[in-house]
Structures are given as C-alpha cells and as structure tokens.
Nanobody, 121 residues
Framework: QVQLVESGGGLVQAGGSLRLSCAAS????????MAWYRQAPEKQRELVAT???????NYADSVKGRFTISRDNAKNTAYLQMNSLKPEDTAVYYC???????????????WGQGTRVTVSS
C-alpha cells in the first residue's frame, strides 16, 4: 500500500508565503518524478511544477520565479515553497509521484488527497 500525504495548505493574504509538503510512504522501490498540480474551482487540474529524482525542475509559466519545488529523496518527500502568492493561486493542490513499487517492475502514478490553498486579496 502506497500513500501520498500532503500538508501545509491554508489561508494566506496576497503577497504571503506557504510551504506544502508531500510525503510518500509504502513499499517504494524507486521514486522517480514528483510533481504538484492544482485545481481551482470550475477549472481543470493544471501542472504547477515537477522535479525528477536527479533534481531537474520544471514550472508552469504562471508560477515561475515565485514557486520552488524541491525534494528529499531519503524521505521520499517533495516540497513546494510558494512566495508572493496571488488570489489566482487559490486552488486545491495535489501531489503526484511516479513510483516503482516493490514487486511491480513498472512505474505507476500515485496521487495525494489534496490540500487547499486560499489566497485573500
């Protein structure tokens, strides 16, 4: 059984900061890419940022320069540092991990339950 547990969401004023965490646990043989997605009300889920096991990162244009994704491979944990938050960043943020599970030699996507971020103007 594999779980992704997110934490760190909340309510913050525009211009403020939040740090999200995503911890993966279970029979993980290898943790490949991890990513953060978000879904605002009545909008489709969109990719925010990705990070490979080697630390290579990629960001949506809307968050470049404001958000930073990082990971601790020893802890199977990814982070999303969000600075200079804007009301349009309000969404439920989901963690995604591409994992190879012990006994299954293929990569599978796993998702967290989501954590809500609300940015007030």
């Amino acid at each position: 059984q594999v779980q992704l547990v997110e934490s760190g969401g909340g309510l913050v004023q525009a211009g403020g900061s939040l740090r999200l965490s995503c911890a993966a646990s279970g029979s993980i043989f290898r943790n490949n890419a991890m990513a953060w997605y978000r879904q605002a009300p009545e909008k489709q889920r969109e990719l925010v940022a990705t990070i490979t096991s080697g630390g290579r990162t990629n960001y949506a244009d809307s968050v470049k320069g404001r958000f930073t994704i990082s990971r601790d491979n020893a802890k199977n944990t990814a982070y999303l540092q969000m600075n200079s938050l804007k009301p349009e960043d309000t969404a439920v943020y989901y963690c995604n991990a591409a994992l190879i599970i012990t006994g299954r030699p293929w990569e599978t996507d796993y998702w967290g339950q989501g954590t809500r971020v609300t940015v007030s103007s």
